[in-house]
């Protein structure tokens, strides 16, 4: 028997023998007799049916394509060089201090990322920030927050102006106060030196320099 299917085929063969009952319908006289081979010529189309249908009962699932590969932009603010805070203290690049001039010389730093022990433009810690930006006024700080808080003059809030240093209660963060709520730190491990809004109630400000 032949099927003509135009296209690609490939060959089905049937097996060259089939199991027959005799006449009284006795499965127990069943014989084995010979057949000659067939071929069936199915077109490459009708294969591909087939792939797409169930087999056996049992539904063909592909499984499911990879996730995109999502790629990130370099964050800006690659770390800086510039001096050390000994020879900032040395030759203070702004030797006339202002609470002002210590908001702009911070703002330099932003993008710059956060180091462990860090103090100065190649990675800072919350200290080391503010350590290194009083430096370049010629004020020498202590590399410590709980040091840090105990030099100067404890102020109000209301009092508080952009340039001071704002310090958490419980002694463990600070940076420099800009008003209005927000505070310029390098964060911790994996971020770069920002403003963002303070987010806790627990601080108090110190000045020093003036």
Not at 30 to 52: C, F, G, K, N
Request: glycine content about 10%.
């Amino acid at each position: 028997m032949g099927l003509a299917v135009p296209g690609l085929f490939a060959t089905a063969v049937l097996p060259a023998y089939a199991t027959t009952v005799d006449e009284r319908g006795d499965t127990s006289a069943a014989r084995v007799v010979e057949h000659e081979p067939q071929t069936l010529d199915v077109s490459e189309a009708t294969l591909a049916s087939i792939s797409a249908t169930d087999r056996d009962g049992y539904s063909i699932t592909l499984p499911p394509p990879p996730p995109p590969v999502v790629t990130r932009a370099a964050t800006p603010g690659a770390a800086k060089s510039g001096m050390s805070v000994g020879q900032a203290l040395a030759n203070p690049p702004y030797p006339n201090f202002s609470l002002d001039s210590v908001v702009a010389v911070a703002q330099q730093y932003i993008g710059v990322p956060y180091r462990f022990g860090g103090a100065d433009p190649s990675g800072f810690d919350c200290s080391g920030l503010v350590m290194y930006v009083y430096a370049q006024h010629g004020i020498s700080l202590p590399h410590s927050v709980r040091a840090q808080a105990s030099l100067g003059t404890r102020i109000s809030r209301e009092d508080a102006r952009p340039g001071d240093i704002v310090v958490l209660g419980d002694l463990s963060h600070n940076g420099i106060w800009l008003g209005n709520g927000m505070i310029l730190d390098a964060p911790y491990a994996g971020k770069t030196v920002t403003s963002r809004p303070l987010w806790t109630d627990n601080y108090f400000i110190i000045r020093v320099g003036i």
